[in-house]
């Protein structure tokens, strides 16, 4: 009896704790939401208004602005090359420091968190001058060459946590059935991580998303939407301000959401 | 076994990618950070960045504010990781709920979070609406540097916590079931079972997602520069008014060391910590 | 012979108009840190660069991401940016990579400012764009709690800070409100305003006893201000959202303000001290990069944008005042109107002391401005000793002005080597 009392209240406490959690990370959205979906006056106004009253107004600048479509395409597109080259470069690695001992494996894993750990605007100079010359600037792949370099660091340790957590003798098992090294990791490695390289992949996108002071630098005529929209936010009249958070914020939501299966499949590959 | 190229193989798209991208404009400047302007090898640049009144505060308040954000967030992921283990339904729904942040960047961050701390903004709506306080409060006045900091530790919290838990779910989601089976066998509590068998297995996701949340925890700046102002000297945001506004490279690329530095420090002291012993892989 | 000459001139005609031509389709890249907030940008493209014959294409920037981008193409070569547009204080760390625009007609710009494009060398290195300056902007509701006496157009120091005090008194909370916040430009207002009201100089008296006293007046009215002012950049918002009641900034951003409540603000000019009203312009600059693709037609531009007709749709678009003498139409916006009738006021005044912006500094330009700045947060942020923090700020300031080798500047007397702090 007392053993189905106190699982009863550990069972509430868990739920009540899960929809505090909820609330904590919506709440700050929806009024995010709220002030994007006012109009210029109520959103100065005080007290604030707690509902929005779907006034437009701020929004459709946004989504008549010229330009804002062409920024977006670019920064998916850009995003998705991101995507692709950071699970190529990173996934061997992070399976190679996962499976294998060898010299200079800390040195490796240090240098790569590197790249996170040294401030991007100061490495914008000398790869601007860089890609000037070498003809890489204004060009998407540039951009996504920089980007990848910045979600690399995710890509390699996410890849070499999960590869780490995959016994070897699964492995081994599959080499005494005949199969040679690649195709033991095709054929029973690879199933088990896939999803959770995907997760790694949609890091990348996010990362990609949201960098500015990069995109900035290195893309003139193919902004992204950072680079397009973001920069002159801070000095936008506030309506103007919250509006374009959203705009900015709403996509990576909806992408997010549209590959949450993969971000989530992940989970209880294991439990198979 | 294996050849002894393959892992080095391996390594080779990223190691490329890094040499040209990262390695190469990195070498140019950290040579401005100890170079002066003939070329020379000095240590001027690092003496004014340390003789600078600032340096100390900044330097201070970067690393209390990342002692005071990651172990809170790497607890709560842990804990949001193990609600969510425990789910049967609607795993799926709050996890995505629980992994919107991921999508926000610092920037928007900082605009959401002011519109909530500011003088006019949304905790004083409440506060006022609620009778908690007859006037609207300044929370974010430089008088109230505790306040200040509580506001951006906050929102850091918020913006930042679901990478973590991404990467612990993933970690989670790799320790057999078994394991757990034999531990209720046993009879183990939950909290024996949590404590005995689901951290010890979890170290590596724990040791990847501790490293990267302190380095990216080194270079906050947009969030920290909405809600601090010029309250809250951080060392990027002294970077940057070097770099930018000072207009001085060699000072900025000295700060720039220095974040390096303490990145790779605390990223040792990780990995120590956290290492997993030889032989005792699952 | 002679056909045979008139042939093949007409053909090297031809092949060099096919060529002007199709430079002259090239896009001019305008790079530019003003006009950057989106409404501005669009109203730029919109407005203001459609007239011109060329192409344009108009990239406004952050700071940061705006000089990384010229130094990279300085670096390298070659570039793509063909027009640059900012502050004064941004040309002047970019001197080495500016192309000499002597050849540009400047007949009709105001002389102060085209003379301030030469940076102190002896060639044209920017042209004067457009200009703005600082003025103060209160709510309507404040205007009851000004002290017994006191003009609002014609305000003193000591009116303001009882003003201030009044409103303080009278609501509970500080209702004065300064752009100390990171992206605030309070720079000026010490260098231009508080220093040449208190001691009729910038540079020479930085330490002088009347400078303490400005100082402590500032002390004085700071415990008035809000103190979420350090969080502050730009005033409109605060206005706007009436956490602050009266404030000071760039005519540029108290414009949306002015604009979307007209009927509930006044602008009005900066207040005087014992050495007169102390005011400063801004000067934003055009200039063209060595690197630019295309020089000629980034000229004809540049040319373009100081005609009297684009600097009133610029006015709209920016809120930035023109820099050749026009006559403005009536139907500008609101704060053109409101902003103008400040400025209009503050420069007519009897005790106007206009002073100029630093020049001759060269990379030093962002040092010089944090000796200003450095000595507010020391003294009024973190509380430390008036005349200590003064003294200790003023030899930084010394060895800046000497590593310069800058001569004085107005409202300080023309020095003959490196301007003097005493």
Sequence with gaps: MTVDGTSKTMLWTFRISTVVLCLWVLVPIYFLLTNTLSSPEEVVAFPKRVWPSFNLESISFFLTFSGVGAAMWNSVLVASVTMVLSIAAGAPAGYALSRFDFKGKSFYRVLILMTRAFPLPLLALPLAVLYIRIGLDDTILGLALLHTMLALPFAVLITFSLFSGIPVELEEAAWTLGCNRFQAFRKVILPLVLPGITASAIFAFVISWNEVFGAAVLTIENRTLPAFLLQGLDQAPLHLKFAGGAVLVIPALIFIFMVRKYLFAMWGIANR | ?282 | ?422
């Design chain 3, 1 to 422: 012979m002679t056909i045979k000459k008139t042939a093949l001139a007409a053909a090297i005609a031809v092949g060099t108009s096919v060529g002007a031509v199709s430079t002259s389709q090239a896009e001019v890249l305008f790079w530019s840190t003003q006009a950057n907030p989106i409404e501005e940008a669009q109203a730029m493209r919109e407005n203001v660069l459609s007239g011109f014959e060329g192409e344009v294409d108009f990239q406004p920037s952050e700071t940061g991401p705006w000089l990384t981008r010229i130094e990279a193409e300085a670096t390298a070569g070659s570039g793509k940016i063909g027009l640059l547009g900012s502050l004064h204080g941004n040309m002047i760390s970019l001197s080495d990579h500016l192309a000499d625009l002597s050849d540009v007609d400047t007949t009709g710009v105001n002389g102060t400012f085209v003379e301030l494009g030469k940076l102190g060398t002896d060639q044209q290195l920017y042209i004067p764009w457009m200009q703005a300056t600082y003025i103060m902007a209160a709510n309507k509701k404040a205007l009851e709690h000004l002290p017994e006496g006191a003009d609002v157009m014609a305000l003193t120091y000591e009116q303001l800070i009882a003003w201030a005090k009044n409103m303080a008194d009278a609501t509970g909370s500080p209702k004065f409100g300064f752009p100390a916040g990171p992206k605030g430009l309070k720079h000026r207002f010490f260098q231009g305003y508080l220093y040449p009201s208190y001691t009729n100089s910038m540079v020479t008296k930085f330490a002088s006893a009347e400078a303490e006293t400005a100082w402590n007046d500032f002390k004085e009215l700071w415990s008035y201000t809000n103190p979420a002012s350090t969080g502050y950049s730009f005033m409109q918002e605060q206005l706007l959202t009436e956490e602050v009641w009266v404030a000071f900034d760039h005519t540029s951003r108290l414009a949306d303000a002015f604009n979307q409540r007209p009927d509930d603000f006044i602008g009005f000019p900066a207040p005087a001290g014992p050495t007169g009203r102390g005011f400063m312009p801004v000067v934003v600059g055009v200039a063209v990069p060595k690197t630019a693709p295309d020089m000629d037609e980034a000229k004809a531009l540049l040319s373009y944008l100081t005609k009297p007709e684009t600097q009133i749709e610029t006015l709209r678009a920016t809120s930035f005042f023109p820099v050749v003498d026009v006559e403005l139409p009536d139907d500008m916006p609101s704060a053109v109107q409101l902003s103008g009738a400040a400025i209009a006021a503050m420069s007519g005044a009897d005790d106007a002391n206009p002073g100029l912006l630093p020049v001759g500094l060269g990379d030093l330009g962002g040092k010089f401005n944090a000796v200003y700045v450095d000595a507010f947060e020391r003294i009024i942020l973190a509380g430390q000793d008036v005349r200590a923090v003064l003294d200790d700020q003023a030899d930084t300031l010394r060895s800046i002005m000497e590593e310069a080798n800058a001569p004085c500047w107005a409202p300080d007397a023309a020095s003959d080597g490196p301007c003097p702090v005493e």
């Design chain 2, 1 to 282: 076994m294996y050849p002894r190229s393959l892992p080095y193989l391996l390594l080779l798209p990223s190691l490329a990618l890094l040499a040209v991208l990262f390695l190469y404009p990195f070498v140019l400047v950290a040579w401005q950070a100890i170079s002066d302007d003939g070329g020379q090898f000095t240590t001027a640049h690092f003496s004014e960045m340390l003789g600078h009144w600032k340096f100390g505060t900044a330097f201070t308040n970067t690393l209390l504010l990342t002692l005071a954000v990651v172990p809170i967030q790497i607890a709560l992921a842990l804990y949001m990781a193990s609600l969510v283990t425990g789910m049967s339904r609607g795993r799926d729904a709050f996890l995505y709920i629980w992994t919107i942040p991921l999508g926000i960047s610092d920037l928007a961050a900082g605009i959401i979070w002011l519109s909530i701390f500011e003088q006019t903004g949304f905790l004083n709506t409440f506060m006022v609406g609620l009778g908690f306080s007859e006037q609207p409060e300044t929370f974010l006045g430089y008088q109230n540097k505790g306040t200040i900091f509580l506001a951006i530790a906050l929102a850091e919290i918020w913006r930042a916590t679901a990478i973590v838990l991404v990467i612990l779910v993933a970690g989670m989601g790799l320790i057999p079931k078994e394991y757990k089976e034999a531990a209720e066998v046993f009879g183990a509590s939950r909290w024996q079972q949590f404590t005995k068998v689901t951290l010890p297995l979890l170290k590596p996701s724990l040791q990847t997602a501790m490293i990267l949340r302190v380095i990216l925890a080194f270079e906050v700046f947009a969030v920290v520069a909405a809600l601090g102002g010029t309250n809250m000297p951080i060392l990027m945001g002294e970077v940057y008014n070097w770099q930018f506004v000072l207009r001085d490279a060699n000072v900025a690329a000295a700060f720039a060391l220095v974040i390096l530095g303490i990145s790779i420090l605390c990223t040792l002291i990780i990995m120590w910590f956290l290492r997993t012993p030889k032989g005792a892989t699952l």
